[in-house]
């Protein structure tokens, strides 16, 4: 199947400053990807959708100025969480459409941890 | 708008035994389904997927589902259940055609006892 590799796995990062998570398509190439945050035993909550060569869609509640996404290229998408707080701790998880539109492949997932 | 309900959100069980993880879907139109796994602190892997043909999907690890347009169900299956299937597991529902984007049950958890 497709890979989708997430980098970093883990991160550790002070109160105030910004981190980036790059989600990549490894063997395909992906119009759109879609980041997701969880929290801990919940579900994964929809963040964004990402499109390459255009503006990301926020669903309802997800700040665009925090939450900065960049799909520069068909496939590379990254996340940068921007003066982040504590709160902002959380796992972060892309994932990227198959070029059918049928399937989804996730990365491994991106724990973040602000001190 | 799509929804999926996943009813249990633990399930115990002990190893060797059969499980059923149990997940409803509403939708005005045309979907379709996917079973994921979630190992701690990983991604999410498919399992199996429906998107059309015959209801019954065998997928990896020796899990099986059956999608039932009339209940607008699909639950997943296993007839006997290792310690290594201890996880969480979502349900998911895409529609087809249009834009897809994957709406997630809550997730259950299967807890395989010794």
């Known amino acids: 199947g497709a890979v989708v590799s997430q980098h970093p796995s883990w991160v550790i990062c002070k109160s105030g400053t910004s981190v980036k998570i790059e989600c990549r398509s490894l063997?395909?190439?992906?119009?759109?990807m879609f980041w997701y945050r969880q929290f801990p035993k919940q579900s994964l909550m929809l963040m964004a959708t990402s499109n390459e060569g255009s503006k990301a869609t926020y669903e309802q509640g997800v700040e665009k100025d925090k939450f900065l996404i960049n799909h520069a290229s068909l496939t590379l998408s990254t996340l940068t969480v921007t003066s982040a707080h504590p709160e902002d701790s959380s796992f972060y998880i892309c994932s990227a459409l198959s070029g059918t539109g049928t399937e989804a492949f996730f990365g491994q997932g991106t724990r973040l941890t602000v001190v | 708008a799509q929804s999926v309900t996943q009813l249990d959100s633990q399930v115990p069980v002990f190893e060797e035994a059969p499980v059923e993880l149990r997940c409803n879907y509403s939708?005005?139109?045309?979907?379709?389904l996917f079973w994921y796994v979630q190992y701690p602190n990983q991604g999410l892997q498919l399992l199996l997927k429906y998107l059309s043909g015959s209801t019954l999907v065998k997928g990896i690890n020796g899990f099986e589902a059956e999608f039932n347009k009339s209940q607008t169900s699909f639950h997943l299956r296993k007839p006997s259940v290792h310690i290594s299937d201890t996880a969480e597991y979502f349900c998911a529902v895409g529609t087809s055609g249009g834009s897809y984007i994957p709406t997630f049950g809550r997730g259950t958890s299967l807890i395989v006892h010794p």
């Open positions: 063997d395909f190439q992906a119009t759109t």
């Open positions: 939708s005005s139109v045309s979907v379709y």
